[in-house]
């Protein structure tokens, strides 16, 4: 459960490097870093730590919560990082 959460209201906030968590009503469905951005279309490309792979999110149909900066290292490590 993410206490405190930092929710995006407009995705032109977001940028590379930043750490996400997607929620689709209550159910958490993606978590990580954000490797792209395209606010101009609502939509998001990060790095899945839940599944270990990159995703593309359409942002309309999610609640999305920028992860405090702790958070962040999730980044470590990571190809092209």
Do not use: C
């Amino acid at each position: 459960m993410v206490r405190n959460r930092d929710i995006i209201g407009s995705y032109d906030q977001l940028k590379p490097g930043d750490a996400i968590e997607a929620f689709h009503g209550s159910v958490l469905v993606h978590r990580g870093p954000i490797t792209d951005v395209a606010p101009d279309q609502d939509l998001l490309w990060i790095l899945d730590t839940l599944t270990g792979s990159r995703r593309l999110l359409d942002t309309s149909e999610l609640e999305i919560v920028r992860l405090p900066t702790h958070h962040r290292e999730v980044l470590v490590g990571l190809p092209g990082y």
